[in-house]
């Protein structure tokens, strides 16, 4: 199993910037893609970056030009440094990994960390 632990939310300005950590342990080997997701108040979860073992990279319209996800060669951490930040990307942000281990699909999710954008 993947254990993962999110760091670095906040409160920041308009316009200003945060990098989130994501720290893994556990069976990290078992890790083939890692991803960022975001939940505000009243909405549905939604994917905010995506990263593969292939190096793969995917992010929501919302967020590219904005954000960076990037990662450690051994899936130990992955980040996502976040710039021009806007009020709208208030939300808690989670850590999630995709696994394959012992011929099993599985996932793993972060506690969250909060994310707010404000003046």
């Known amino acids: 199993q993947v254990q993962l632990v999110e760091s670095g939310g906040g409160l920041v300005q308009p316009g200003g910037s945060l990098r989130l950590s994501c720290a893994a342990s556990?069976?990290?080997?078992?890790?083939?893609?890692m991803a960022w997701y975001r939940q505000a108040p009243g909405k549905e979860r939604e994917t905010v970056a995506s990263?593969?073992?292939?190096?793969?990279?995917d992010y929501a319209p919302a967020v590219k030009g904005r954000f960076t996800i990037s990662r450690d060669n051994a899936w130990s951490a992955v980040y996502l440094q976040m710039n021009s930040l806007k009020p709208e990307d208030t939300a808690v942000y989670y850590c999630?990994?995709?696994?394959?281990?012992?011929?099993?699909?599985?996932?793993?999710w972060g506690q969250g960390t909060q994310v707010t954008v404000s003046s």
């Open positions: 556990g069976s990290i080997d078992s890790i083939y893609a």
């Open positions: 999630n990994a995709d696994t394959f281990e012992a011929a099993n699909w599985g996932e793993a």
């Open positions: 990263i593969t073992n292939r190096g793969n990279i």
